[in-house]
């Protein structure tokens, strides 16, 4: 399908990781969190952006997930 076609990026813009799905315990964001620290020691320069949103019964999670 063309609705998620890829685009040139700008020259210079910097690699970037997205992570896009509901906040929960079961998508272990936490470990992606503690390995995107990892892997920015290394590359400093890579950017990671993440988007989601957590139910009621995962706000507790989610608030650990920000302090990450």
């Known amino acids: 399908t063309n609705v998620f076609s890829p685009t040139d990026k700008p020259a210079g813009s910097p690699p970037t990781v997205v992570w896009v799905g509901r906040i929960n315990p079961l998508n ?13 020691e290394q590359r400093p320069d890579i950017r990671f952006k993440l988007f989601g949103s957590a139910a009621a019964e995962d706000r507790d999670y989610e608030r650990l997930i920000r302090t990450l």
């Open 28 to 40: 272990d964001l936490d470990i992606l969190l503690r390995a995107a620290a990892l892997v920015r």
